[in-house]
């Protein structure tokens, strides 16, 4: 597919601190590899948006409450302090750890019911709040987690909902691009936060999968304050969201859907994603995984998007979190799925039709076919948000 200069009318959030996180790679089975989760991920995109003729936004700074929001305070200090505490600590300099990893977790096995304590050694810390090896922290990474959060709460107050009550959380602009047209707040039937590093995979107490804050939770908890009454968050990446399933899953007022492949096919994050997790409590029902197996291409995919959008109609929901991964691609190494750039158009377009959309940048690791399949999406969106082209 390709898509012609002037033809995308999104508004682009965008923030150049976004590129400041080098993880470095990622250690995976013990070994450190290059890992796939570059800045060139994002440069990409931004490459392409331009060329398509977007508006591009900077993104806003917020509160540090806008995060404690769907995060515990605990992590998010813990995130904005690490690498301070890993470099005074001499772990780069003495031992030639020049990121910070954890090397041990306390799980149940290891505490056997004791409650957890805060480890004296930083090395130890770590293991407290991230819960694998792959999700290294170095020293952009807190400027750019940050980024990708304001990012993602500028393009939640852009779109419009109903009855919305403005919140002024926004106060100073972080590094970016000018604006070149569009507002920062309210007005917009849909809005694309290109969020680097991606977020569906932490949760309120944690981090992992190459995630660090849940920009998508934090854009759903933003439209919540603003005045929707009922959020849903439609997550298409190839992987389950298992942190923004954490966040919302006690409640009603926010519908989480998911399709990806299949976890009990020895698919990333192996212990969540299953058909049978339903919600808990009043968010009983808020809740659909549709796991897919390995090789699943469009007609399959789509009809698991058909049904996660006709869930969200009977949810009510009045305005729409997108978790735009597009690793679901047939050339992309993070997945077995094979979807291809008309399968993220035809999603797109349903997705755009059910109302005012917030779209936030998760998965997509094939440099070559990635910017390809984010335009795919957004002029499939636009299409069925009905935002005239031209």
């Known amino acids: 597919m390709s898509t012609n200069s002037g033809q995308l009318r999104v508004p682009v959030v965008w923030s150049e601190d976004c590129l400041l996180h080098e993880p470095a790679g990622e250690v995976w089975l013990g070994i450190r590899d290059p890992g796939t989760e570059v800045p060139e991920r994002a440069s990409v995109i931004l490459s392409a948006v331009r060329a398509a003729g977007a508006a591009i936004v900077p993104a806003q700074r917020h509160e540090i409450e806008a995060l404690h929001r769907v995060h515990s305070p605990g992590l998010v200090e813990h995130l904005s302090t690490i690498w301070a505490d890993w470099e005074a600590g001499g772990y780069a300099r003495d031992y030639g750890r020049d990121r910070v990893v954890p090397y041990v977790f306390p799980t149940a096995a290891l505490l056997a019911g004791l409650p957890p304590r805060l480890p004296a050694a930083t090395h130890g810390q770590v293991g407290l709040y991230c819960y694998d090896t792959m999700t290294l922290v170095g020293p952009g990474s807190w400027a750019a987690i940050r980024a990708a959060a304001d990012a993602a709460l500028t393009a939640a107050s852009m779109i419009t909902v109903p009855r919305a009550t403005v919140v002024p959380t926004t106060v100073v602009p972080t590094t970016g691009a000018p604006t070149t047209g569009a507002p920062t707040t309210g007005g917009q039937r849909a809005s694309y936060a290109l969020c680097r590093p991606p977020g569906h995979h932490a949760g309120p107490d944690g981090y992992g999968g190459s995630c660090y804050l849940n920009n998508a939770a934090l854009a759903a908890q933003a439209l919540r304050d603003h005045g929707a009454d009922r959020v849903a968050v439609l997550d298409i990446d190839a992987h389950h969201g298992n942190g923004t399933q954490a966040v919302f899953y006690p409640r009603p007022d926010v519908y989480y859907g998911s399709v990806h492949v299949d976890p009990g096919a020895g698919w990333f994050p192996h212990y969540t994603g299953f058909a049978d997790e339903r919600g808990d409590g009043p968010g009983l029902g808020a809740n659909r995984n549709v796991p897919l197996p390995p090789g699943t291409g469009d007609d399959d995919w789509l009809a698991a ?86």
């Open 305 to 390: 998007v058909e049904q996660l959008c006709a869930e969200v109609r009977a949810h009510g929901a009045e305005a729409i979190v997108l978790s735009l991964g597009v690793d679901a691609a047939a050339a992309d190494p993070e997945s077995p799925l094979q979807v291809t750039a008309d399968g993220y158009r035809a999603a797109g377009e349903l997705i755009g039709a059910l109302g005012p959309v917030a779209v936030i940048q998760e998965g997509g690791y094939d440099l070559g076919s990635l910017a390809e399949y984010v335009l795919a999406a957004l002029t499939g969106l636009q299409a069925g948000a009905g935002i005239r082209a031209e």
